[in-house]
């Protein structure tokens, strides 16, 4: 089993929505591997991102941070999201999700 990788870019933002801290909006994107999510911190913040997993064919070549404006974009009206109300920059990283090793799960008395 070969290694897979997610490429993920997330942004705290503020919102003048009253929001719980339940999840809230999970989009994926089957084409590309993808999911795009927005969830509250609890304090009128939301973390907004995306990512992206290696299992499709083109995830190298898809500029994580460029999604990610192009996900606020379209959610921006619906969650009162703008550049203003942003943070601080945007993280990105790519990490491992799977191990290429399998694990024996033993009961313990």
Known sequence: MAWRYAGITRATV???RGLTRTLISVTQWRRRSGYGWIFPLG???VNV???LLST?????????T???????SQTA?????????CC??????????????????????
Request: no cysteine; charged share 20%; proline share 7%.
């Open 56 to 64: 499709g064919g083109a995830w190298k070549g898809v500029n994580t």
């Open 49 to 51: 991102g995306v990512g």
């Open 77 to 85: 009206d619906a969650w009162g999201l703008s550049d203003e109300s």
């Open 66 to 72: 460029k999604l990610q404006e192009y996900f606020v």
């Open 88 to 109: 601080g920059p945007a993280t990105a990283a790519v990490f491992p999700w799977a191990s290429p090793s399998v694990h024996e799960v033993v009961p313990t008395r």
């Open 43 to 45: 304090d009128g913040r």
């Open 14 to 16: 503020t919102t003048n």
